[in-house]
């Protein structure tokens, strides 16, 4: 997969008001109503990681998830990471 453009970046960004770009990768931030609901969302978002064979950077503190997307072999954004980016948007859309 071949990395993004910084301007491309900021483009997608415009469909993901949530997420932002720095250091590399792009992030977000999720809060939930308690962790059972958290960590129901990252179950949910790890067979989807698996399905695209791409996996975040997440931290999960309480009701709190922190992810952050990058490829690796492309040492940076690709459309890889918005693929994953929008199935996160619409599987925690679902939980709310």
Known sequence: MNKLSE???EKRLLRFPDW???ENA????FEFDNFKDCFSAMSRIAFE????NHHPNWTNVYN???ISLSTHDANGITEKDFKLAEAIETI????E
Do not use: G, K, W
């Open 49 to 52: 990681c698996e399905a695209l």
């Open 26 to 29: 792009i992030h977000t931030e």
């Open 20 to 22: 932002e770009y720095h």
């Open 64 to 66: 709190r998830l922190n």
């Open 92 to 95: 925690v859309e679902v939980e």
């Open 7 to 9: 301007s491309d970046i």
